[in-house]
């Protein structure tokens, strides 16, 4: 079996993930800050030092401000019905996942928010100049959420000149960065970003079930979700602390480890190498594709930043039948179709019936790759 599906869930995980898990659920996974004994404290203890790992990792100063979620959706709407109230205008400049434009189309469909939405160039990157001309509208923007990278094809958004210019026009950020959270360096304390919602199952290598949302001091979202935390019990209305804020009920105390162990093993080999060896993947496999006749590789024309993700059509195959063939005639594993992402197929023009994707991640090796090229050309053939 060959897994390139790594931007769905990274495949397989550092073994020390599911150790860490089976160690938390077996030892000591009481529930964290809900009583007063030596096992409670010691799952909080590790909680802690997970928000620690996580605010190192990104750049954040306090760690409070770390939110545990249960994936990149649920800290996309935590943030989208957080911060936007009724009468705002949110701005989608291109290539958002439907984790952002789903619950952006239920406000603006129950006629609480409008939305700008932007439509990204023919190789899914953002138009920075109609990027600029929607910040400065006279009715400006309440919130602007940007795709970091691209789920479909890799495009990475330049991030620092966005940020600015949302800073420039005090407009808070909303960066999805399920895809390129662990591939390319982030700072929550360098870059203006407001919230920041990553995927613990991806290329931070942790388990499904588990995202967080960097949330920084600057804004203050209402929270999605009312409960227990723990604090405060006597009170009748949610705290206002963070991380109690946005974080109500009991907590995924064993994903929490696994992304904790993940984080270890990102920061051990590094985001850099973490992203090299991924991209020099990739960036055969795309030679090897663009190589083939009769398949159409969705690639910019000139050197732009990508993250390991690539999107293909096999010219005379459906996507679907061709990655059922992948599978069932050379165990390759890919994503086929639509990618929960139509604002990226109609920026690519894959509307019709999407694409095939590939995405390695850090156990493949180039003979993965060699084999895909040549089950594609065989396929293409
Ligand atoms: N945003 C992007 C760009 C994604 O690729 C994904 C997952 O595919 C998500 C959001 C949702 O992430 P999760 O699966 O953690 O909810």
Redesign the pocket.
Same mark, same amino acid.
């Not at 249960?70 to 649920?74: F, K, L, P, R, V």
């Given at each position: 079996m060959i897994y390139l599906d790594n931007?769905?869930?990274s495949f397989p995980k550092p073994p020390q993930v599911g150790k860490a898990m089976a160690e938390a659920l077996d030892e000591y996974g009481a529930n964290p800050g809900r009583g007063n004994y030596a096992l409670t404290r010691k799952t909080a203890s590790m909680v802690e030092s997970a928000r620690e790992k996580v605010a190192d990792l990104f750049g954040m100063r306090d760690s409070s401000r770390v939110i545990f979620t249960?994936?990149?959706?649920?800290s996309?709407n935590m943030a989208i019905y957080g911060m936007l109230k009724a009468g705002d205008v949110l701005l989608l400049p291109g290539m958002e996942?439907n984790?952002?434009s789903r619950p952006t189309a239920d406000l603006e469909d129950r006629g609480i928010i409008k939305v700008r939405t932007l439509l990204a160039d023919h190789e899914g990157y953002l138009r920075l100049p109609e990027i600029e001309k929607e910040v400065s509208a006279a009715k400006r923007p309440a919130l602007l959420a940007l795709?970091h990278?691209?789920?479909v094809c890799g495009a990475v958004a330049p991030l620092a000149k966005i940020a600015a210019l949302a800073r420039q026009k005090h407009i808070p950020l909303l960066v999805?960065a399920?895809?390129s959270g662990g591939l390319i360096p982030i700072s929550m304390d360098k870059t203006p970003i407001s919230l920041l $919602?990553l995927?613990?199952?991806?290329s931070l290598y942790g388990p499904?079930g588990i995202?967080v949302l960097l949330v920084s001091d600057r804004v203050d979202p209402r929270p999605l979700i009312t409960g227990g935390t723990g604090n405060r019990s006597e009170e009748r209305r949610h705290p206002d602390f963070y991380p109690d804020h946005l974080e109500a009920g009991s907590i995924n105390v064993p994903g929490i480890a696994g992304l904790a162990a993940a984080l270890d093993f990102v920061k051990e080999i590094g985001v850099e190498e973490l992203f090299g060896k991924t991209m020099r993947l990739t960036d055969r496999l795309a030679e090897m594709a663009a190589n083939t006749p009769g398949i159409e590789v969705y690639l910019p024309e000139l050197p732009r930043q990508r993250t390991p993700v690539l999107a293909l059509n096999i010219t005379k195959r459906d996507p679907a039948e061709a990655a059922e063939l992948l599978d069932s005639r050379y165990g390759i594993c890919i994503r086929s179709g639509y990618?929960? $992402?139509p604002a990226a197929h109609r920026a690519l023009g894959t509307m019709e019936e999407g694409c095939l994707r590939f995405s390695p991640g850090w156990y493949n090796t180039m003979d993965d790759i060699e084999k895909a090229g040549l089950a594609l050309a065989e396929l293409a053939r």
């Open positions: 931007a769905a869930g249960a994936g990149a959706t649920m996309l996942h984790a952002v795709t990278s691209s789920n999805d399920a895809q $919602a995927a613990g199952h991806k499904p995202g990618h929960c $992402a």
